[in-house]
């Protein structure tokens, strides 16, 4: 029963939070745009900020796009370095109204290395206003850092329960300084790079030919953060439905031990039972003596299981690369695993009813006979 | 009173009693004795509500017993009835203790200052952790006798008490359900051969089964 419980649990809570925050995490945008690879790659690195990016694309081609009439707006992200594995983010000011931001305290960036930091990360580097740190090389702490030119904290967000709360975000500028040669960057020359262009359309009628014209025509890649989010989940839910089956296979056997126990049981203690019945205690007492026995073990166990199943999830969350980026304080699964709890100890509970009858109806005149 | 009118019970066609009657009066005794085999046992159980019979009634004061549904026959027999099984009946897994406390619970009583006077009186106080299953044929029947009488019982039912007891351990078997009997102001029904049994309680009415009354 514990390990039937901990896999549910396990499998719902994996399967719900991971989707609730791959949900989340994307602010309406239609399309990206980066450089050619995976497109899941391409999605997961610049919306989810999980893998690392393709590539790079020309900083001029980007605005090209921006420009084109399908495109209601676009916001160019870069990406490169992190501070304790919190991602910096090079963008312009925009990529803050996707997630509706607002700062809980200082002000947005005005000149290059500023940075307004996710409340996330406040909290968890104790990173305060007009504070500096160095980024390290790469998107995952390496030790490899920009010492000679550090970040200054002038504005924290408020959480917005998005992955816009673990990043570090800053201007493109900051950026280039970091890892452009320095000409390129005051003559906002064609060699300028950026990691990807997060695009939302005028129109819906876009949807299939804009990343027709990105892919064919271009050196670029478009891809669709939803449709290449439900590939990924289709592939995942696969996997999701195997261990589902695997949960109620075991969840049944349990059962199963459950009623041959309690069966065992009685049949072992039926003297004992009918002894009880010679002193006084009526057939419904005993009943309920049976049931309340089989409900103790579902109860506890079912319960253990809940609680295993939230503890392994808590430490593969920790140790997972997709863990610190789940959006916390979502209770919409809590209902999905009480049903499931409600619907075991209802089975459990009708489980219990047949070694219940089968003591309910015992006949204690020949069961202290033949005993 | 109890009344117990044409009372005939049949097993697979073969009729085992037939047309018993007898009365008892509060606080009187009666004797049951047959030879083997002759329904003694079967009789005893009909009288405590363990089984149906095939005709007749049982009656205790002014309930009929079998008109009685299942749980209220349990109830009544937990309440007013004291039984001393040949076999015992104790649960084996439980100690002394236990078999009483759970005797007294069935009678529905939270209290559980009197199991040790009933220990005591039984001689079984300082044994009363130990498992049944460890005690003496004779330390069982000292239990049986003391759980029949937890509660308040008026009707005190033994059935062969002195059936495996040596003449010391006869004597107090019976010396005690007496005493306990005469304690509770209960009527004593008793199934025994024993002649020493029938020597020291004087009965007021003995049933021969198996005999033209």
Known sequence: ?371 | MLICENLSFSIDGHKLLSNIDFKIKKEKDLLITGPSGIGKTTLLSILCGLQIPTEGSIRYNDISLYSLSENKIDEFRGKQLGIVFQSFNLINAFTIKQNLQIANTAEGSKDTDHLYDLLERVGLADKSHIKVSNLSIGEKQRVAVARAFIGQPKWIFCDEPTSSLDDKNTDIITNLIKEESLRHKASLILITHDKRVQSILNFNKILRLGEVL
């Not at chain 1, 694309?57 to 594995?85: C, E, R, T, W």
């Not at chain 1, 930091?117 to 160095?134: E, H, P, Q, R, Y």
């Not at chain 1, 995952?140 to 917005?160: A, M, N």
């Not at chain 1, 049903?339 to 202290?368: D, E, H």
Request: contains cysteine; hydrophobic residues 45%.
């Open chain 1, 1 to 371: 029963m514990i390990l039937g419980v901990t896999i549910i649990t396990l499998s719902v809570l994996v399967n719900q939070i991971t989707k609730n925050t791959f949900t989340k995490n994307n602010p309406d945008l239609d399309v990206v745009v980066g450089a050619k690879g995976s497109p899941l790659q391409l999605v997961l690195s610049s919306i989810h900020h999980i893998d690392i990016p393709t590539g790079n694309i020309s900083y001029k081609n980007a605005k090209k796009i921006m420009k084109h009439p399908a495109i209601k707006f676009g916001v160019p992200i870069s990406l490169g370095d992190n501070f304790q594995n919190y991602r910096i983010v090079g963008t312009d000011k925009k990529f803050l109204k996707l997630y509706d931001a607002e700062l809980e305290i200082g002000s947005m960036w005005e000149k290059p290395m500023q940075s307004v930091i996710g409340s996330n990360v406040a909290n968890f580097t104790k990173l305060k206003i007009d504070k500096f740190f160095v980024g390290s090389h790469g998107l995952i702490d390496t030790g490899d850092i920009h010492s000679e030119q550090p970040y200054k904290v002038v504005g924290i967000l408020k959480k917005t329960g998005t992955i816009l709360d673990n990043l570090i975000i800053t201007s493109l500028d900051s950026v280039w300084n970091l890892h452009s040669n320095q000409n390129d960057i005051l003559k906002k020359s064609d060699s300028l790079e950026v990691t990807a262009l997060l695009l939302k359309y005028k129109n819906k009628t876009s949807v299939f030919s804009f990343p027709r014209l990105i892919n064919k025509n271009t050196s670029m890649q478009a891809a669709s953060p939803n449709l290449e989010i439900s590939k990924l989940f289709k592939l995942t839910g696969e996997a999701h439905k195997i261990i589902n089956y695997l949960s109620i296979i075991i969840v049944s056997l349990s059962f199963a031990g459950i009623l041959f126990t309690l069966l065992n049981n009685i049949n072992e203690r039926k003297y004992d039972l009918a002894i009880l019945r010679t002193l006084g205690f009526t057939r419904e007492r005993i009943f309920s003596i049976i049931l309340i026995e089989g409900m103790t073990v579902s109860i506890l166990g079912s319960f253990i299981g809940l609680i295993l199943g939230g503890i392994v999830y808590k430490c593969i969350e920790f140790f997972s690369l997709l863990g610190r980026n789940i959006v916390t304080g979502q209770l919409n699964f809590i209902y999905e695993i009480l049903t499931i709890w409600f619907v075991i100890l209802i089975i459990s509970f009708l489980t219990c009813l047949i070694p219940g009858i089968k003591v309910y109806k015992q006949n204690i005149r020949n069961t202290l006979l033949n005993s």
